[in-house]
């Protein structure tokens, strides 16, 4: 594939203007406001402009973590001009997944915890805590573990266990949060709730300061390059601040360089936001049992889970907890009790070890196979999907 010399993000937008795009020039308004994009969807309007007008056009990948560049690092590439301009893609139609009644369901139990509740102002996490979907606190992490080593005993050596149960409590918890924004949303557009989003700056004297969107993405986007420059994922930045169990000595030396920056450019300890819900008609919430919130929780996670492991990227041998995720999540879901396809774990039972052996032989600097012995203290540089 054939690029020009990549744009940051200013010279794209003035790049899109001079070639007659309209809308560019509201993306450049954005732009100025701070001086950057403080989020993802103003650089993906951009690249749906650029896209118009020219091939294959995608952002400059950092080598060292496979990702996009960010901040002021970002470059768009563009390949080959179009002979005709094409309209613009917007996708909001097709990307836009219709509630299933699963969904409706886990819906109406958090409309009659909010109304319990009586609404209130909370950061979302809170929210989730309040509502009580599901949690993983009483489940044994060694028990867990164990089963997955046994699961893959005829498969490679190097599997780590550890990461596999990491990644289901980590499962867990992000689709508590996606479930509860979502119902939220669908809540809002019904009129049963009004929701409202306040962003909240601490300061150093330990004061509660409201302050604009702008300002907030401003900040978050500021931590975001910083992270990124010390060549960590900003996600799980995030996932290892909130979730004490996954932190590891990168993430906590980040944290502090994060917490200077805060303080020394902008006066605060740290920044969130919060939804404030306001229960609009109490009269219309259905009394859901946990029982059967519980089925159509757990059935949206298997359905959920089924399309993921379709997916290409999530059929890519170099990566072997994703080769497995089906056959991890299934597993562990059956260890805590829920019902799920025996013929599956079954099938995916009998090709580890072919399996396995292909992972090995797509990364033939590895000397190891299936069955081998690593010592505790080797350095293995194998690409251990974290998630």
């Known amino acids: 594939m054939e690029f020009v010399d990549g744009m940051n993000d200013l010279e794209a937008v003035e790049y899109c203007i001079d070639m007659g795009i309209e809308e560019a020039k509201g993306l450049l308004e954005t732009y100025k406001s701070a001086d950057r994009f403080t989020n993802m969807k103003s650089v993906q309007a951009l690249q749906k402009l650029l896209v118009t007008i020219h091939h294959d056009v995608e952002l400059a990948t950092n080598p060292k973590t496979n990702k996009p560049f960010s901040g002021k690092k970002r470059r768009h590439l563009v390949g080959d001009l179009r002979i005709e301009r094409v309209k613009k893609e917007d996708g909001r139609e097709s990307n836009s997944r219709k509630p299933t009644a699963d969904d409706f369901i886990l819906d109406e139990f958090i409309f009659s915890k909010l109304v319990k509740l009586n609404g209130g102002n909370r950061p979302l996490r809170n929210w989730v805590k309040e509502i009580e979907l599901y949690n993983l606190y009483n489940v044994d992490k060694e028990e867990m573990k164990s089963l997955i080593e046994n699961v893959h005993s005829e498969g ?132 859901v049992s946990r029982s059967e919130m519980l089925e159509a929780y757990f059935n949206r996670l298997i359905s959920l889970t089924l399309q993921k492991q379709k997916r290409k990227d999530y059929q890519d041998t170099r990566f072997v907890e994703k080769e497995f995720y089906r056959l991890n999540t299934f597993v562990l879901l059956d260890l805590i009790g829920i019902e799920v396809s025996q013929d599956i774990i079954n099938e995916d039972k009998l090709t580890i070890k072919e399996r396995s052996e292909q992972v090995y032989s797509n990364n033939s600097s590895y000397h190891v196979t299936a069955g081998d012995k690593i010592p505790n203290n080797a350095v293995l540089k194998f690409p251990i999907y974290q998630g």
Request: hydrophobic share 35%; aromatic share 12%.
């Open 156 to 287: 490679i050596a190097f599997f780590n266990a550890v990461n596999v149960v990491n990644k289901f409590f980590d499962t867990i918890d992000k689709r508590n949060t996606s479930i509860v924004q979502s119902a939220i949303n669908r809540l809002s557009k019904d009129n049963k709730i009004q929701s409202t989003i306040h962003y909240v700056f601490k300061g150093l004297d330990n004061d509660f300061i409201n302050v604009s969107e702008e300002l907030y993405e401003q900040v978050k986007s500021e931590v975001k390059e910083l992270v990124e420059e010390m060549e960590l994922n900003y996600n799980s930045y995030i996932s290892q601040k909130i979730n004490s169990q996954y932190k590891n000595v990168e993430y906590f030396e980040c944290q502090k360089v994060v917490n200077k920056y805060l303080a020394d450019n902008h006066k605060i300890q740290y920044f969130y936001k919060t939804i404030g819900i306001k229960i609009l008609d109490k009269s219309l919430a259905r009394e």
